[in-house]
């Protein structure tokens, strides 16, 4: 159960709480100057990510502008076929990737501490390191075409389009750039979920997280999963275009409807992961203007996990008219129809909220109120498109276009407008205008509406989508023109937001505190916010702690709770436990560094040269990048405390320094790996889905690799792992020299294992560039060893830091968190083996 | 369908105003819980599963093969036009390009595939559309059920000029429609008029024919459309201009502009006589 809190002590004497809240400053102040840009502050680095994905979302409505220019007459030549199409990709990845799933991790990054009461993020560099890779990644993509480089497959990008028939590097920029951003974005994932689940206040147990976190961690979760695939996907193509093997080439024995597959199971959760984090915010805003708690609480928690789960099952109604069996069509169309039920569960719940409370009139409401109207018509025509037969006729014309931008506009970014105008003055204490918010509404509101509903009709009478013009007199002529007039119309609406947003408010008073007395945590700041997030973590047990703990506000203020000093000068914040959240650790977090940044622009060096086929600088920027985060790790993270404990205030003494499962690096390595461990299982989907879909696969005789040297590696590199897992429990009994030569033959093991993996291809002349299979074999093999590699690196940093004296006996994380990587190694190798090797006995 | 979606949509931004506007304490805790399980639930079970009854039958038949015997027509979509083949009983298939004949009230099936990259097949007005996959074959069977000029299109993004893929479709009596075929079937009407015969001279010795064919003559080329009887289509370069000589004038000379990204180079440096004299013949071509 959780900590019995006792009664709270009186508040100390004004003097120390003056010094208690000068040494909090120092501790958590921003830097100034040009040193600005090295801070790591989950609210600075937030703000920027929010200001980018803003800008994205300028640069993407731009382009689509551009295109309804294009579109507004028959036979137009505004914009060229080439420049149409290199518009409308660009339009489409730049929304989905730069604008929608970043802005709601943007936003979970600024708000999610102080939701939570807690003072950051778990790790703040992970963070600032997400942003600089997006930031960099997102200007590339954006900047390729002002140099008609841009890709022009479509943001689906399907082969062989894609592959053979497009030449130039625009697929590459999309393929790279985008795996560079899906990486940024699961780090943020990784941050959120371990946000979520390790840094809430005392007290908040499972049942009293605010609705916004389990809606962001559903979402991030699904990243986890929904991800991987795209990025096996993206490798698997570009391998394509850069090596010929021919995964998705007929000629070779591919089939270009893999890709379909890895897309859409990236693809369709992804909608999911937009809309949750958006109907999130509904769900704060709702119940401030209801002036009540949500009504449902448990049915919204429940229909958010249940969407989660549903997501992964409805992908192939992305593929109704590739020529699929009736099963298959039943059985995706049901499942397509049963999303409408959680979905519907939330509206109702929202609905019946309003309708118990007193509601209130505000700008916000304005924009949730708006945001049903257009998503409820969204969500009835997705009804309609996932019966196939209907799709037959709907797929892939412009009342498709309709209805995703229903969905999506409706569903995430009014969501998202009505957030900006409730938490705005969170960000600098000031308010946004009512008066232009309610211009720019009705404007975006009438504007979308006049641009959108029409395409319903233009679809139906058959104008397909992706098309740069159309012949006059077919019927599309006049709805056409009015779908451009509303598109200008919405984006005037847009440009009101926007010019609130960044409109000089030096004259403008400060906001009162929680000027809408909402009864969430994030409402305790003051106006303007400190950079340490809550004067004192609080203990909590009711869902609105504003509404229903009396004096709440004043304790915090007052430090009465936990933290309430920064005696050693550090930045701290608590742990606690993942259901019943009780206190752990006091987590010492990392400040400032500029080491992100570098860190990103390598790392961003290597996928950009990359695309330039730059082979040789594009191995060297990875190599500088792995040693910058070796170099950081090293000097910044499982540092030894000076103490073992410390007192957190209430007369709580927490360790300092805690490893394994109740770690955060622990869940972060356990997370991530789950992300790895998804995007193999992709790769091993393909190597069945071959199998499935060609007679040829595995060929017969079969070529390669052998039984031999696939069961040699994987005895050699279950040996690596036992003797990982033996280390561990060597360094945790203190036999320092069993513990050096114990890592040291599982590192010779691992390279001699992952050497003899290559071997088995290698030796029975495998040619990847042949035919599918050895394709498949190879590439199992290659990511494996890649896998086994960084293990190596990692086994032998074990080896360093214990001899360094940065790991102990008893301060273990590093070789704790590195037998977790080989548990999941070990498990992705005997997979291998026993596919390469052993599934040809089989089939 | 429609009706349905518009009376729920309805009913609920309703019921939203209903909400917003209430007074607090006109309705109870267990009224929101059934308001919750009721609207989020219960209703669109119901609903959706009286959906998926009506949607889904007509799958099998949607999917059915056409009965034995019945008319075959391969359509291969390549980079931006539609490779026709009636595959009759005869040793000779016909071949021809963008555009396809069908006789009413009789059963047809199509044999959609592509050499290049994935197209979708699509005539709005008679069925669904179907993809065209390299490496696959699919099929669609149908039939129509009226006489009259349809238009197709490609639904799948395929490319630069993926808008410039068209085709027309005529629905037309059997008898209308044998006799068409046997014509399509015969080799190419020679030219009757001298310029016309300058045409052909001209077709033949800028080397149009290694690409093209026209049957009856030297040309037999496969990589582009059959161009036999191009002067009897209803349209030319794919369902994107009028078949008029003026219109082939406009295709030869520039070819890139009619459609971005084509194979076919433009013929702009023939002389100007030249082209017009191609363009007479090849309309002549009924």
């Known amino acids: ?843 | 369908m429609t009706g349905g979606a518009i009376v729920i949509w309805i009913a609920v931004i309703a019921l939203a105003i209903h909400a917003f506007r209430a007074r607090p304490g006109s309705h109870s805790g267990r009224h929101a819980n059934y308001l919750i399980l009721g609207g989020g639930a219960i209703v669109p079970t119901i609903v959706l599963t009286a959906l998926l009854i009506y949607g889904l039958a007509p799958i099998p038949a949607l999917l059915a093969p056409a009965p034995e015997g019945s008319l075959k027509i391969a359509v291969s979509g390549e980079q931006w036009w539609w490779r026709v083949r009636y595959e009759t009983s005869d040793a000779d298939a016909v071949v021809l390009a963008n555009e396809i004949h069908l006789p009413v009230g009789e059963p047809v099936e199509f044999r959609l595939e592509s050499p290049d990259v994935i197209h979708s097949f699509w005539i709005p007005a008679l069925g669904g559309k179907v993809d065209m996959i390299p490496g696959r074959v699919n099929r669609l069977s149908l039939t129509p059920t009226k006489i009259g000029v349809f238009r197709g299109a490609c639904a799948e993004y395929c490319g630069t000029s993926h808008a410039l893929m068209s085709f027309y479709v005529r629905v037309e009596e059997k008898a209308a429609f044998d006799r068409w075929l046997m014509r399509q079937r015969a080799t190419a009407l020679p030219p009757s008029t001298p310029l016309a015969k300058r045409g052909q001279a001209s077709f033949l010795a800028n080397g149009c024919g290694a690409c093209h064919a026209i049957r009856g003559t030297p040309a037999d080329g496969v990589v582009g459309p059959d161009l036999t009887h191009v002067g009897s289509r209803l349209s030319i370069g794919a369902g994107i201009l009028p078949n008029k000589p003026k219109a082939f004038v406009h295709w030869i000379a520039r070819t890139d502009q009619a459609k971005p990204g084509v194979l076919m180079p433009a013929f702009g440096m023939l002389p100007k006589a030249d082209i017009e004299a191609l363009a007479v013949y090849l309309e002549g071509l009924r």
């Not at chain 1, 082969?159 to 951003?181: C, N």
């Not at chain 1, 561990?728 to 992952?754: C, Q, V």
């Open chain 1, 1 to 843: 159960m959780s900590i019995d809190p006792g009664p709270l002590t009186a508040a100390p004497p004004e003097e120390v709480q003056r010094a208690q809240t000068e040494r909090l400053l120092e501790a958590w102040k921003q830097p100034t100057g040009w040193r600005y840009w090295s801070a790591v502050n989950n609210s600075v680095v937030g703000l920027w990510y929010v200001a980018m994905t803003f800008f994205f979302l300028l640069f993407g409505g731009v382009l689509a502008l551009l295109m309804r220019l294009q579109l507004a007459r028959p036979n137009n030549d505004f914009l060229s076929a080439d420049l149409y199409n290199q518009a409308f990709t660009v339009h489409g990845s730049v929304m989905m990737f730069l604008f929608a799933i970043p802005i709601f991790e943007a936003i979970a990054v600024m708000f999610l501490p102080q939701m939570l009461g807690a003072r950051e993020l778990p790790f703040p560099r992970l963070s600032a390191f997400g942003f600089w890779c997006f930031l960099l990644g997102g200007i590339f993509l954006c900047g390729s075409i002002f140099f008609d480089a841009a890709p022009r497959g479509g943001w689906f990008m399907y082969p062989p389009l894609t592959s053979k028939y497009q030449s130039g590097i625009g697929a590459d920029i999309w393929l790279l750039g985008f795996s560079f951003i899906e990486i940024a974005a699961i780090a943020a994932a990784v941050e959120i979920i371990i946000g979520a689940l390790k840094t809430r206040p005392p007290g908040m147990r499972i049942n009293l997280i605010p609705l916004y976190i389990w809606y962001v961690l559903v979402a991030a979760a699904m990243i986890l999963f929904a991800f991987p695939p795209l990025i096996a996907g993206s490798l698997l193509l570009e391998v394509e275009r850069a090596f010929h093997w021919p995964f998705f080439d007929p000629a070779g024995g591919g089939d270009p409807l893999l890709w379909q597959h890895l897309f859409w199971l990236f693809g369709h959760p992804e909608v999911y992961i937009i809309f949750l984090p958006s109907v999130a915010l509904m769900a704060m805003i709702v119940p401030t203007f209801a002036q009540r708690p949500i009504v449902g609480y448990g049915w919204i928690v429940l229909a958010a996990v249940g969407i989660g789960f549903l997501s992964f099952g409805l992908w192939v109604h992305h593929m109704f008219t590739t020529g699929l069996p009736g099963i298959s069509l039943g059985l995706f169309s049901a499942a397509s129809e049963a999303v409408a039920i959680p979905t519907g569960v939330q509206i109702f719940c929202f609905i019946a909220t309003l309708a118990a409370g007193r509601t209130v009139r505000s700008v916000p409401m304005l924009y949730a109120f708006g945001s049903l109207v257009i998503f409820v018509l969204g969500g009835l025509t997705g009804v309609m498109v996932a019966v196939a037969p209907f799709n037959f006729q709907a797929h892939d014309t412009f009342f498709v276009v309709a209805h995703l931008h229903y969905v999506l506009i409706g569903g995430a970014l009014f969501p998202i407008l009505a957030g900006c105008y409730y938490f705005f003055p969170l960000i600098n204490g000031k308010k946004l205008s009512d008066k232009l918010g309610k211009i720019a509404f009705w404007l975006a509101f009438t504007g979308f509406n006049v641009a959108f509903l029409p395409m319903h009709l233009t679809g139906l009478r058959g104008m397909p989508r992706r098309v740069f013009t159309y012949q006059a007199g077919l019927g599309f002529d006049a709805l056409n023109l009015v779908s451009t007039v509303g598109a200008f119309i919405l984006a005037a609406g847009l440009a009101i937001v926007f010019w609130d947003m960044v409109r000089p408010k030096k004259k403008q008073s400060y906001s009162e505190r929680n000027p809408w007395n909402a009864g969430t945590l994030e409402w305790t700041q003051e106006m303007p916010g400190k950079p340490w997030g809550m004067r004192s973590i609080p203990e909590i047990d009711s869902r609105y702690p504003l509404w229903e703990q009396p004096n709440f506000l004043r304790d915090v203020d007052e430090g009465r709770f936990y933290l309430a000093d920064a005696e050693e000068g550090k930045r701290e914040s608590i742990l606690t436990s993942v259901i019943d959240a009780r206190p752990e650790q006091c987590l010492r977090l990392p400040g400032p560094t500029f080491i992100t940044l570098w860190a990103a622009l390598t790392m961003g060096g290597f996928f950009i040269f990359g695309t330039f086929s730059l082979w040789w600088p594009s191995l060297l920027s990875l190599l500088a990048s792995l040693a910058i985060i070796i170099y950081w790790l090293w000097t910044e993270t499982a540092l030894i405390p000076e103490k073992a404990e410390k007192d957190v205030g209430l007369g709580l003494k927490l360790p300092l320094y805690l490893s394994g499962p109740e770690s955060a690096g622990w869940w972060a390595m356990f997370i991530t790996m789950l992300a790895v461990l998804t995007a193999f299982i992709s790769l091993v989907f393909g190597y069945f889905f071959f199998w499935t879909v060609r007679a040829d696969f595995p060929p017969d005789p079969v070529p390669g690799p052998g039984h031999f040297w696939p069961l040699v590696a994987a005895l050699l590199l279950l040996g690596a792992w036992a003797q990982t897992v033996l280390a561990r429990r060597w360094n945790r009994n203190d036999h320092a020299s069993a513990f050096y030569t114990g890592l040291l033959l599982g590192s010779i093991l691992a390279i001699a294992g992952g050497a003899a993996l290559l071997a088995g291809p290698w030796v029975t002349e495998l040619d990847p560039t042949s035919h599918v299979y050895p394709a498949t074999v190879w590439i199992l093999v290659t990511w494996t060893t890649f896998q086994i590699l960084i293990g190596v690196i990692m086994q032998l940093y074990c080896i360093a830091r214990r001899v360094a004296g940065r790991m102990t006996a008893r301060y273990d994380i590093d070789i704790r968190n590195v037998a977790l990587y080989w548990h999941f190694t070990a498990f992705t190798a005997v997979v291998t083996v026993a596919v390469i090797a052993g599934f040809p006995l089989v089939a």
